[in-house]
Nanobody, 117 residues
Framework: QVQLVESGGGLVQAGGSLRLSCAAS????????MGWYRQAPGKQRELVAG???????KYADSVKGRFAVSRDTGKNTVYLQMNNLTPEDTAVYYC???????????WGQGTQVTVSS
């Protein structure tokens, strides 16, 4: 069972920045997907950003140009740098990894990000 430990959430004012970290208990070098989803109250969980096959990145349109996903294979950690945050970014952010395109994958426990106006 892969364990994912997230950190870095918190309360920030609009326009501010946060960096989320997700440390995996497994070697992420050959992981198919590693990234972040978020879920706001009353909304479905949505993809925020992720790294596919170690080099390709995918972003939600709403975060392009503001968020950046990266990974450190030596630390088995994926990061989400979030800049120019808005209240619409308020949500619980979940780390997610998948071994393949069809595997259900694993989820972290979630970390709350709250952006005040």
């Amino acid at each position: 069972q892969v364990q994912l430990v997230e950190s870095g959430g918190g309360l920030v004012q609009a326009g501010g920045s946060l960096r989320l970290s997700c440390a995996a208990s497994t070697n992420i070098f050959r992981i198919y997907f590693m990234g972040w989803y978020r879920q706001a109250p009353g909304k479905q969980r949505e993809l925020v950003a992720g790294i596919i096959s170690g080099y390709s990145t995918k972003y939600a349109d709403s975060v392009k140009g503001r968020f950046a996903v990266s990974r450190d294979t030596g630390k088995n950690t994926v990061y989400l740098q979030m800049n120019n945050l808005t209240p619409e970014d308020t949500a619980v952010y979940y780390c997610h990894v998948r071994d393949s395109q069809v595997s259900p994958g694993h989820w972290g426990q979630g970390t709350q990000v709250t952006v005040s106006s």
